[in-house]
């Protein structure tokens, strides 16, 4: 629910503009991964987000 707290903020530098985010993240099991793997899954669950359009967010399981 936390994208939800960011789009309400206003920020007087971009005229009070909302804000809307698109999130990635990537959940994996200790000692199975290293940091290519796991920004890979971000990576990629981030451009699922995008595709699916404004405030979006995925949740990757990484498969070792």
Known sequence: HFYKEIEAIHISAINHKHISISLGCCI????????????L????????????????????????
């Open 28 to 39: 994996y099991s200790k000692g199975l991964a290293d940091y290519n793997k796991l920004y």
């Open 41 to 64: 899954c971000s990576d990629q669950a981030l451009y699922k987000s995008k595709s699916m359009g404004k405030g979006r967010y995925t949740i990757s399981h990484l498969q070792c």
